[in-house]
């Protein structure tokens, strides 16, 4: 069985890869996107998903400690390694103590600092690629493709955002914080700016239909109202983070 689910929110992840083994389908590959489930005895497995140190790859220490522990390496993505175990060896925790944990929270807070600098350089080589582009007709391709970054860039603020929340709850266990401090979240990206975005990307990337047939006498139309619904979704957006400001 595939299904496809895009999360940038690990913890959720490795609820939502409990909640399939539960149900009798354990997790055995991804890509992009895509998760590859087969049939497995109802809760006969344990997820959990890890960073790495580096991009597509762990190292060989890494796969040793893990095989130790009984711990299975199903698939490696970018940054992201996802383990399972099996659930009657016993509970499946990766990190026990809040300073291992504070040290995880701080290198996925770290990788997402770093792809949102590379997703805005990307955005400004699309927006100058559009703004020296001879045939003006062809803009919607850099154009497109700035917003869909733009959008992933309103993810990962927000993801920043969360797991800086949960370092100073662990500091503040730890005593490096002070309790009762305010918390981060006021003026955060709302998710609706980032659904309008990537509509309008979608907008821009729709390919010209030949002039004269039936396909481009709908496609005016239809790319507009997928731009007027995009731009609804982007002013809301930024209505509900000027309101969260605010508060």
Known sequence: MVKFKLMLNKDKETEYLNEMAAQGYAMTGFFAGFYTFDRCRPGEYVYQVDITEGMFRVNNDYREFMWEMGVEIVCIWGMWVILRKKA???PFVLYTDVESTIEH???IKKMF???TILELSLIVVELVGAATMENKADIGMP???ACLL???VVAFIREISRVEGILRELRERTGAESPGKERKGKGLPSGFLSLGLILNG???LIPRAEEG???SILQGPAKW??????LVLVIAGLVFTMRQHGE
Do not use: N, S, V
């Not at 109202?225 to 995009?230: I, K, N, T, W």
């Open 213 to 215: 047939g039936w396909l």
């Open 143 to 145: 154009l497109g493709f």
């Open 105 to 107: 929270y701080e290198k």
């Open 113 to 115: 600092k770093i792809a």
């Open 88 to 90: 009657a060896e016993g």
């Open 202 to 204: 979608i907008g821009c």
């Open 225 to 230: 109202m997928l731009h007027g619904l995009a």
């Open 150 to 152: 733009a959008a992933f």
